[in-house]
């Protein structure tokens, strides 16, 4: 009963082949067809392992697998296996070839005869052209030496005016069907020119493209005739997968609890010259072609220079808890039950693999190399979500639903597009940063139609001020109405903003009317403030917003937009 050893491939360590026996002096080539079994796609590229099964005598052999992608990378080639007997591999080598795909193609063939008999015509009427034209000589020629003279000593002599005549007329008749010959020839060898240049066009597009192809050959050594089965394993560069997620939003707005269904789907591109016909497929976030090390730091030299003084963001936290917590916080949601008739969808399992995560897609997949790709699901989630509004009234009077949520599960979401459903209804696209398990992200859902929000201009004073008339004031008010017909209550956040001055003989300052803002200089811009507030089921808000500016009488300024 024979026992599976496994193979070791240690192609810098020949001394792996030395065994405690003496082998025969057999060798041979064996040439052995492979397939692709496994397929390891990274952002960029991709990892392929082909399996071959060989039979070995005694003694050291060559496996040849030929037809390979002409761009192997010799140093990425691996070697690994199973056999039934003493087998050890020795040094692999790599060889790139060219060739061309057997041309069997009968629409060439046709191609090449009609080009063949056109060539053979316009041969045959270039010598019916030289033929005209000599007899055309000819004719001149004949037709002088009824003109000459009789001799030296002699008058020329001259036909008599009738025949004169019809020697004219006879000339005159046989140039003009000779130049009729002649032109009626070129206009064909054109015309057959014409044809043979598009028919070679054509035959061109047919013509089997020149391949660079790899042959690989691994040197194994074998004890006693046994089976062996390899996997060689290469990197290829024409591959990649990308995350895209559909991410689909159950508002709950007739009194259910919001949900987030958030599906992570990965497609697949390559173009490798060799189809992916039913692989195991894998996808890993590791990347084998970026940086493995941080990039160094330069010498950065302190210069002088005139800055801008900024002010600090100043957040009322005090304020913001307070209505905060007033925010109803749903419990994370479970997948909804499946009915007995529900179509499941198979999705890939995921592992972390030390620092990268790897998607196992069940089944088996095809992948062709022309560069269509396959969409392949990787996962799904019930996220708990958190529902709020956002609006900036001055720039545009819409309110948009934004969720708050943090991605579960111990894999991290890669950046992508996210296809946004909204109560089952496609609202366009969105993206996701990197994001860790657990990490806080808001995502916008579109325009909220239940909301009607307006800005008007209230005041707009402007002149000189003070005893002596030492300035001028320039002064807006505005007030920001937001009406909400939904069932249930939502916070929105409202943005709106005042100019700011480097200069600080310019004053700006906000009037004593204004709504008391949440926070300022939000995402660290200067002069923008925010406002959160509680929409109540069927209410109406109000903000109340001005602000003034002053500057001296002997400075010149833009006023505000």
């Not at 692989?279 to 941080?294: E, F, I, K, N």
Request: hydrophobic content about 40%; charged content about 25%; some cysteine.
């Amino acid at each position: 009963m024979s026992r599976c050893h496994h193979l070791s491939l240690a192609i810098a360590a020949i001394g792996c082949l030395a065994t405690g026996s003496v082998l025969p002096a057999w060798a041979a080539d064996v040439r052995a067809a492979s397939m692709i079994s496994s397929v390891t796609v990274f952002p960029t590229g991709a990892q392929v392992t082909r399996t071959v099964d060989v039979d070995l005598q005694a003694g050291e052999h060559t496996v040849i697998l030929d037809r390979l992608p002409g761009n192997v990378e010799q140093q990425s080639l691996r070697v690994e296996g199973t056999s039934t007997g003493d087998v050890a591999v020795g040094s692999v080598d790599v060889r790139t070839l060219s060739s061309a795909p057997d041309d069997d193609n009968s629409a060439r063939r046709d191609l090449e005869r009609q080009i063949e008999q056109l060539t053979d015509e316009r041969t045959a009427i270039g010598r019916r052209i030289e033929d005209a034209r000599f007899s055309r000589e000819l004719m001149a020629v004949l037709a002088q030496r009824d003109l000459q003279p009789a001799g030296k000593e002699m008058l020329p002599s001259i036909p008599a005016p009738a025949d004169l005549s019809s020697l004219l007329d006879l000339v005159n008749t046989r140039l003009a069907q000779v130049s009729k010959t002649v032109l009626d020839a070129q206009v064909r060898q054109r015309e057959i020119d014409r044809q043979v240049e598009a028919l070679n066009r054509r035959l061109s597009e047919l013509a089997p493209a020149k391949q660079a192809q790899s042959e690989v050959s691994i040197h194994v050594t074998s004890a006693k005739p046994a089976h062996a089965s390899l996997n060689v394993t290469y990197r290829r560069s024409a591959a990649s997968w990308q995350p895209v997620y559909e991410a689909r939003l159950e508002t709950g707005e007739s009194g259910r609890p919001p949900r987030l269904t958030l599906i992570r789907l990965a497609t697949v591109v390559q173009e490798t010259m060799e189809p992916w016909n039913d692989v195991v497929l894998t996808l890993s976030t590791a990347r084998p072609t970026g940086a493995t090390t941080p990039p160094p730091f330069l010498p950065l030299e302190i210069q002088s220079y005139v800055g801008q003084r900024q002010s600090g963001q100043i957040v009322d936290e005090a304020k913001r808890g307070e209505i905060e917590k007033n925010i109803t916080e749903q419990a994370p949601v479970g997948a909804p039950p499946t009915g007995g008739g529900a179509v499941q969808q198979m999705q890939a399992t995921a592992t972390v693999a030390g620092f990268h995560a790897l998607y196992a897609i069940p089944g088996r997949v095809t992948i062709d190399n022309t560069g269509t790709s396959k969409s392949v699901r990787i996962g799904s989630e019930d996220v708990a979500v958190k529902l709020s509004l956002k609006a900036a009234p001055k720039l545009d009077l819409t309110a948009f639903l934004v969720i708050r949520f943090a991605p579960g599960g111990d894999t991290p979401l890669l950046p992508g597009t996210a296809m946004l459903f909204r109560d089952g209804v496609f609202i366009g696209q969105g993206s996701l940063p990197l994001l860790s398990p657990g990490e806080q992200f808001d995502l916008g859902f579109g325009a909220d139609d239940l909301v009607k929000i307006a800005r008007r201009e209230v005041a707009h004073k402007k002149g000189e001020t003070g005893l002596i008339t030492s300035a001028y004031v320039d002064e807006r008010s505005y007030v920001t109405t937001i009406d909400s017909r939904h069932t249930m209550t939502i916070p929105i956040t409202v943005l709106d903003q005042v100019p700011y001055a480097v200069d600080e003989r310019i004053r700006i300052e906000l009037l004593p009317d204004t709504t008391p803002p949440i926070e300022k200089d939000v995402d660290k811009k200067r002069g923008v403030y925010a406002w959160l507030l509680m929409l109540e089921p069927k209410s109406r808000n109000e903000i109340k917003f001005g602000f003034r500016v002053t500057w001296p009488k002997d400075m010149t300024v833009l006023p505000p937009k």
